[in-house]
């Protein structure tokens, strides 16, 4: 089970630390992505992170702004998000991929969510 949590309303150029909790013992085992979605949109790749922390991806859109962590003993994957724009706008979600030898950018591939957090980015 996974829950989000950190989104708020906050000014363009400002920062946000959204976080992933997750219960079970085999949070390690997950490979952990963040996306995100606008009422009307599909919903898009934001980042992850590998089970053992060693590959992050990005979406373009993000890179040199967002960055994800992991702390393993805490079952937290934390994503932190710095000069958010209003286009950054949408609900949240983290998601967990339990396929050991993948790294998938695809929400499809991903078996366990949450249930999202809202951002809001005002101009």
């Known amino acids: 089970q996974l829950q989000a949590s950190g989104g708020e309303l906050v000014q363009a150029g400002g920062s946000l630390r959204l976080s992933c909790a997750a219960s079970g013992r085999t949070f390690s085992s997950l490979t952990i992505g963040w996306f995100r979605q606008v009422p009307g949109k599909e919903r898009a790749f934001v980042a992850l992170?590998?089970?053992?922390?060693?590959?992050?991806y990005y979406a373009d859109s993000v890179k040199g702004r967002f960055t994800i962590s992991r702390d393993n003993a805490r079952n937290t994957v934390y994503l932190q998000m710095n000069s958010l724009k209003p286009e950054d706008t949408a609900v949240y979600h983290c998601?967990?991929?339990?396929?050991?030898?993948?790294?998938?950018?695809?929400?499809?591939?991903?078996?366990?969510w949450g249930q999202g957090t809202q951002v809001t980015v005002s101009s």
């Open positions: 998601a967990a991929d339990s396929t050991w030898w993948r790294t998938s950018m695809s929400g499809a591939d991903y078996d366990y």
């Open positions: 992170q590998s089970r053992t922390g060693g590959n992050t």
